[in-house]
């Protein structure tokens, strides 16, 4: 069956020093990026356990400034989540109650929860489909007197169109970047994270750029929200004891700032092999049964978080593959406005049309790093033979 990402997650893992059949192929496998790291890792988190230092330290400084180099911004503040990066972006904002936000209705949840968090009310708007990216026409003739954000979302690793978008928010409106699951991508002259405001980044372990655990950080090149934002992330205080701003516990671990500064190094690599992995796929399924292949915008470079293809009947494309040993997700079977959780928006079915079809159709395909060409080649051989058969 198809899984979502938690699942995939627990489930999928091949267990350690335990190898997976050979036929199988997991929806999710970080054995091959932590092989080689782990020993380290393992002997500095014993360096830390004996140190008892767990908050803050030169770890988080130094992922903070590496970070930020990776980026290109003047700032990054580690966070516990990437949801905290968005929330804390828009608590610095400063959003009165009917306040808007403008956000793509094809997103994974946390990027709504960050607006209503934060006080505000989600204006959603459809996502394009020649990069699953917010619409922005849609998203300019969304724009009143009362929205003060618009929140982009890179999803599945493509970035969405900066260029126009920042034209369209002009001087008034700020624009957040929810790039959780973008860490590296670029598009005309844009790298994800660097284009608005602020830049959220999730570091949850199935993303591009994973910990060992939950963490996430937000970039920028404004100093004043940069401090707003390392103030709020520990109780709104700036030294000891002087609540500044009401605040939050957010803070990147020192644990998870240590793993993430082993892996940074490799982001890049990981990404060529994510995009080495997506070339296979495009080339191999083109044309195949009734695939709609993941469009890619002009000038855009993506980092293929996700692999995400659509189908008539994902459900029954995911039990075939399923029975070939093959793991699948599903992102996102259920939009954020038809979800209970925000019900109360009160969108009907069929509100953002593209938003819909993709979630009726959409569905994941192995990638990681260390995916082999013959773990794909099982992929696309039990791909063509649910055309065939079916
Ligand atoms: C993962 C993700 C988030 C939230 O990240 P957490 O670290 O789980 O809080 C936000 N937006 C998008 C699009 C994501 O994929």
């Known amino acids: 069956m198809a899984r979502d990402y938690a699942e995939t997650v627990k489930g999928d893992l091949a267990p350690l ?4 059949p050979a036929d199988t192929v997991p929806f999710l496998d970080l054995s091959p990026s932590h092989e080689a790291l782990s020993p380290a890792i393992v002997e500095e988190i014993s360096d830390l356990v004996r140190s008892g230092r767990f908050i803050g330290g030169p770890q988080v400084a130094s992922f903070e400034a590496a970070f930020a180099a990776y980026c290109g911004t003047s700032h990054c503040v580690g966070l516990a989540s990437g949801l905290d990066a968005l929330r804390l972006a828009l608590v ?39 990069d699953y990216c917010i619409d922005v ?106 609540h500044e701003w009401e605040g939050y516990t957010a803070r ?44 890619v915008a002009p000038g855009s470079t993506p980092v293929w978080h996700l692999f995400v293809v659509r189908t008539k009947d994902p459900a029954a494309m995911a039990e075939h593959l399923d029975r070939r040993g093959v793991s699948t997700g599903r992102h996102y079977p259920e939009p954020p406005h038809r979800s209970r959780a925000y019900a109360w928006l009160g969108h009907v079915e069929g509100s953002f049309p593209v938003t819909e079809r993709l979630s009726a159709e959409a569905i994941s395909l192995p990638i990681f790093p260390g995916i082999t060409e013959s773990q794909i080649a099982g992929v696309v051989d039990a791909i063509e033979d649910y055309f065939r058969d079916g």
């Open 252 to 295: 990147l671990d020192t644990i998870q700032a240590l793993v993430l500064l082993h892996k940074l190094p490799l982001l890049d690599a990981w990404n060529d092999a994510r995009r080495e992995a997506a070339r296979l796929y495009l080339e191999a399924l083109d044309g195949v049964g009734d695939l709609v292949l993941p469009p």
């Open 137 to 242: 026409d849609a998203a300019a003739s969304s724009v009143t007197p009362r929205t003060r954000a618009i929140m982009p979302v890179h999803l599945y690793g493509q970035m969405a169109d900066m260029r126009r978008l920042l034209a369209v928010a002009g001087q008034a409106v700020a624009v957040i970047e929810d790039a959780c699951q973008a860490h590296g991508a670029s598009r005309d002259d844009f790298r994800a994270g660097t284009g608005g405001l602020a830049g959220a980044f999730s570091f949850y372990p199935a993303k591009n750029l994973g910990a060992f655990g939950d963490a996430g950080a937000l970039v920028t090149d404004d100093l004043e929200l940069a401090e707003q934002v390392r103030a709020l992330r520990e109780h709104g205080q700036r030294a000891k004891y002087r």
């Open 17 to 20: 020093g335990r190898a997976l």
């Open 92 to 130: 610095v904002v400063g959003l009165e109650p009917g306040d808007e936000v403008i956000v793509p209705a094809a997103t994974f949840v946390a990027t709504m929860e960050a607006v209503t968090q934060a006080g505000g009310r989600p204006v959603l708007v459809d996502v394009q489909e020649s």
